[in-house]
């Protein structure tokens, strides 16, 4: 209960822990970030890691002189490529062996030639979509190694993914982050971060359980 407690804080008052960070760790905040963002995009186990809103919070502080910008840019999109691509290479050798096993449950043959299907015929938006949807970001390159997506086809998609997705949170955070109205409401901030984030799969969701229903 405890560490459900600390987690929920670590989000709600992000910006106050990641000032702390900086105060402690100074120019070590810069492998911090790095460890966090190749963690939520690299290993499947860790998809609860604070991706868009740390990347926000970033570029607040770099706008305050605490973190340098272009570092903070640069080191995190290659934290963020380097984790896909660790992703799915792990999802590339282990998934099949997964699926080859006649004893787990929802796991066979045919759905990892289902994915195989789905990426080579859209794989590339999958790809970039992915990268600015908190979890199935995580799962996404997993899915691709597994469904054995071209991998020249996916890294091109990945590394255009990756700096979007970074550059885009990174200057948000650098350009709006300081704004009084902003800084003010910083924690309503980061939760409407997450809400418009998560909401395509959640629309997707919502539209997928209807399709049944109006079928019968």
């Not at 080859?100 to 970039?128: C, P, Q, W």
Request: with cysteine.
């Amino acid at each position: 209960m405890d560490l459900l407690r600390d987690f929920i804080d670590l989000f709600v008052h992000l910006d106050v822990h990641l000032q702390q960070i900086i105060s402690t760790y100074g120019t070590w905040t810069y492998g911090i970030l790095f460890l966090v963002i190749f963690c939520e995009t690299g290993l499947v186990v860790t998809p609860f890691l604070p991706g868009d809103s740390l990347l926000f919070a970033a570029g607040t502080f770099a706008a305050l002189g605490a973190l340098h910008p272009v570092y903070v840019f640069l080191l995190l999109a290659v934290a963020s490529i380097l984790g896909d691509n660790t992703n799915y290479w792990i999802g590339y050798h282990i998934g099949p062996k997964i699926f080859d096993r006649e004893n787990v449950r929802f796991m066979n043959k045919r759905y990892l030639d289902r994915a195989h299907a789905f990426y080579e015929k859209h794989g590339g938006k999958t790809v970039i979509f992915a990268r600015f949807m908190p979890i199935i970001r995580t799962f996404a390159p997993f899915v691709a190694g597994i469904g054995r997506m071209n991998y020249a086809q996916y890294l091109m998609f990945d590394v255009f993914g990756s700096v979007c997705w970074i550059g885009c949170f990174v200057f948000a955070g650098y350009f709006f982050g300081n704004i009084p109205t902003v800084k003010e409401n910083f924690t309503i901030v980061i939760f409407a971060i997450i809400l418009i984030s998560v909401s395509p799969a959640i629309i997707e969701f919502i539209k997928s359980r209807r399709r049944p229903a109006a079928s019968t």
